[in-house]
């Protein structure tokens, strides 16, 4: 079995991608809980909250008999902390730019590298280092006809969208034509508060959302 392979599909299928930052791990935690809850299924847990792998590790193993939830690494620099977060049971490896070291040790311990880029240089170099799935960041910079222009020379990118992704413009760029979308603040937001149901409920919001559009699939 291609455990790799196997992921990318869940990324794909699942389609939304929770991004959980948190000024604790509690915090990011309970905003996974609730995201989970809301029915978005695939979790980016960012190595910008504390204990990050702990995290990841509390969370595989609460949804260890969940084959449709995976729980990836993000915000990931170097190739020590990529190594941790694979120890730590991480799904897949997300990055704001390319890295070709973390390109290595994700491909040998058969984990997706989602990287950041936002050129044509930095997309094919991340294809022709396994990269199955590019992120484009920042969304909110590059835009929708971004992703047009890029699938236009280089249809075989499958890209994700991280950064201004947000109900009102999530069906833009599903018609765009991306694999994937990564949604951070404005789902799980009310975390920083303490109000994890609104986090849940922002969840089956993008979820009912996405219902009704027809996302790419892999």
């Keep these: 079995m291609d455990k790799k392979i196997d992921i990318l599909k869940l990324i794909n299928q699942n389609f939304l991608v929770a991004v959980v930052r948190g000024a604790s791990a509690e915090e990011a935690y309970?905003?996974?809980?609730?995201?989970?809850?809301?029915?978005?299924?695939?979790?980016?847990?960012?190595?910008?909250?504390?204990?990050?792998?702990?995290?990841?590790?509390?969370?595989?193993?609460?949804?260890?008999?969940?084959?449709?939830i995976i729980i990836g690494a993000g915000t990931i620099l170097d190739e020590v902390s990529t190594r941790l977060a694979i120890l730590a049971g991480a799904d897949f490896i997300v990055g704001p730019n390319f890295n070709k070291k973390i390109a290595l040790i994700s491909n040998l311990y058969q984990r997706p590298y989602i990287p950041g880029c936002m050129t044509t240089t930095e997309i094919t170099t991340a294809l022709s280092y396994g990269s199955d799935i590019v992120k484009v960041f920042p969304g909110n910079v590059l835009g929708t006809e971004?992703?047009?222009?890029?699938?236009?020379?280089?249809?075989?990118?499958?890209?994700?969208?991280?950064?201004?992704?947000?109900?009102?413009?999530?069906?833009?760029?599903?018609?765009?034509?991306?694999?994937?979308?990564?949604?951070?603040?404005?789902?799980?937001?009310?975390?920083?508060?303490?109000?994890?149901d609104l986090v849940k409920e922002n969840a089956q919001k993008y979820v009912s959302k996405l219902k009704s559009n027809n996302p790419v699939k892999l």
């Design 30 to 68: 309970n905003d996974a809980i609730a995201c989970i809850a809301g029915g978005i299924k695939t979790i980016e847990l960012t190595y910008t909250v504390p204990s990050a792998d702990s995290v990841i590790k509390k969370l595989k193993e609460k949804y260890q008999s969940h084959n449709d």
């Design 146 to 196: 971004f992703v047009k222009s890029i699938l236009g020379p280089i249809p075989n990118a499958n890209l994700m969208p991280t950064g201004g992704v947000d109900m009102n413009n999530i069906s833009d760029w599903v018609e765009a034509g991306v694999a994937a979308v990564g949604i951070g603040s404005n789902l799980v937001g009310p975390g920083k508060d303490g109000d994890f």
